[in-house]
């Protein structure tokens, strides 16, 4: 079965500095992952997706993410955190089957310092 | 973004009541889903549909039912609400078909159940 491990529950940053988020899959094929944000009481709005291809995707934001197969990894970057990036971060994985069912990593709340 | 509202927004009901919560999307979008999010959980799929009146168990689907008998809308049904089903409750939406569509997501609806 598939899962997602965000291991980092919290992050303070200070603005202007970088932010990585990291994400660690399991899935026995070629995984589609993505990356969506939650601001506080709205919904989720993808940040980025990487389905094959080059393995350093960009999004929307200023957001970049690496697919590294070797490690499993998925994480999320961004060289200078914005007061409004203050939110919290969720990777996800789909599995090849009827539905697209996305299974989620628990998620990373992402404070940011003035 | 897509066209994906929920009602009702914010429940609190008591333990034993049944509770229905609508999700309707105007995209024509072939696929529905509902997910419930608890802190450190993520969100977990509950139910899913992949067309009128098709639709199938995600991981979470005890006590709950769905129904799905227009494209435009799909309901969730708590038969005998409990305290454990207090939760915020996201639907989404995708069309297309295969594993890569992205998802699109309702605002959310909060239920507390007393």
């Known amino acids: 079965a598939q899962s997602v491990t965000q291991p980092d529950i919290h992050i303070t940053v200070s603005e202007g500095a970088s932010l990585e988020l990291r994400c660690n899959y399991s899935?026995?094929?070629?995984?589609?992952l993505f990356w969506y944000v939650q601001s506080p009481g709205q919904g989720l709005q993808l940040l980025l997706k990487y389905f094959s291809g080059d393995t350093l995707v960009q999004g929307i934001k200023g957001f970049e993410a690496e697919f590294k197969r070797s490690q499993s990894s998925f994480n999320l970057r961004k060289p200078s955190v914005h007061w409004s990036d203050a939110a919290e971060y969720f990777c996800?994985?789909?599995?090849?089957?009827?539905?697209?069912?996305?299974?989620f990593g628990g998620g990373t709340r992402v404070l940011v310092k003035p | 973004d897509a066209g994906i509202t929920q009602s009702p927004r914010h429940k609190v009901t008591e333990t034993g009541t049944p509770v229905t919560l609508r999700c309707h999307q105007t995209e024509n979008h072939r696929y529905m889903y509902w997910y419930r999010q608890d802190p450190g959980h993520g969100l977990r799929l509950i139910h899913y549909?992949?067309?009128?009146?098709?639709?199938d168990k995600g991981e979470v689907s005890d006590g709950y039912s769905v129904s799905r008998s227009k494209t435009e809308d799909f309901l969730l049904t708590l038969e005998s609400a409990t305290s454990s089903q207090t939760s915020v409750y996201f639907c989404?939406?995708?069309?297309?078909?295969?594993?890569?569509?992205?998802?699109?997501f309702g605002e959310g609806s909060r239920l507390t159940v007393l």
């Open positions: 996800a994985v789909v599995g090849e089957a009827a539905g697209n069912k996305l299974t």
């Open positions: 989404a939406s995708r069309s297309g078909q295969g594993g890569t569509g992205e998802l699109f």
């Open positions: 549909s992949y067309g009128v009146k098709d639709t």
């Open positions: 899935y026995g094929a070629t995984p589609y």
